[in-house]
């Protein structure tokens, strides 16, 4: 679990600002994910990756970009199409997306509010 | 797609006492069922998973049981402790391809009192 680093912990933006939310892990995990979590919703999937220069949306990718250079990282960049981006961002990671049970991993996350 | 309900979404119990988290499925192709505690303001962390070739799995005062037939598994805790007061979460994949993504239960809130 320390593997994965989430910056910043506290983010505020400004309406029509983009921001973008940094995610390194040092596990060697080829998939990466980026899941928003607001108060009783659970965990709703944004983003994935599976392996560097690739990802695929999830199930609330509107509003939101990211890009895999390299494969220790995954920026979520939340982009001012995103009208209610205030929620609790957390960043995880698995050995594959593929494959059987593969455990997912989460970072502290980061809480990003709207001013 | 995947879906996965979680019931209840809050409970709460005594100190001692056991407790019960359910959840239910819609994909019966899904063959791997972790379970993610989540303290306030942290990052969840996997408890205990269980696989589709296994109907119950057992780690100290956590176990949980897969009914594959009716598409539901179960989360148990005994004993519980003040320290168990948490937000609890299922999950479900399939495990296989691209849509081997955890599909999460919308969480349950643990209330241990002492």
């Known amino acids: 679990d320390g593997g994965i680093t989430q910056s910043p912990k506290y983010l505020f933006r400004k309406e029509g600002q983009n921001v973008t939310l940094s995610c390194e892990q040092n596990l060697n995990h080829d998939a990466m994910y980026w899941y928003r979590q607001d108060p009783g919703q659970g965990l709703r999937l944004i983003y994935y990756?599976?392996?560097?220069?690739?990802?695929q949306k999830g199930d609330i990718a509107e509003g939101y970009s990211v890009s895999r250079e390299k494969k220790e990282s995954f920026p979520l960049t939340v982009t001012s199409a995103q009208k209610n981006p205030t929620a609790f961002y957390l960043c995880?990671?698995?050995?594959?997306?593929?494959?059987?049970?593969?455990?997912?991993?989460f970072g502290e996350g980061s809480w990003l509010t709207v001013v | 797609g995947e879906n996965v309900e979680q019931h209840p979404s809050t409970l709460s119990v005594q100190e001692g006492d056991s407790a019960v988290i359910k959840c239910t499925y819609s994909?019966?192709?899904?063959?791997?069922f972790p379970w993610y505690k989540q303290e306030l303001g942290k990052r969840p962390q996997l408890i205990i998973d269980i696989r589709s070739n296994v109907g119950e799995k057992k780690d100290q005062r956590i176990a949980v049981t897969l009914n594959k037939t009716a598409k539901h598994f179960s989360l148990h805790i005994t004993e519980t402790q003040p320290e168990d007061s948490a937000v609890y979460f299922c999950a479900a994949s399939k495990g296989t391809g691209n849509t081997g993504k955890l599909i999460f239960g919308q969480g349950t809130t643990l209330q241990v009192k002492p």
């Open positions: 995880a990671s698995s050995i594959s997306v593929q494959g059987y049970g593969n455990t997912i991993y």
């Open positions: 994909d019966s192709a899904s063959n791997y």
């Open positions: 990756s599976q392996i560097v220069n690739d990802f």
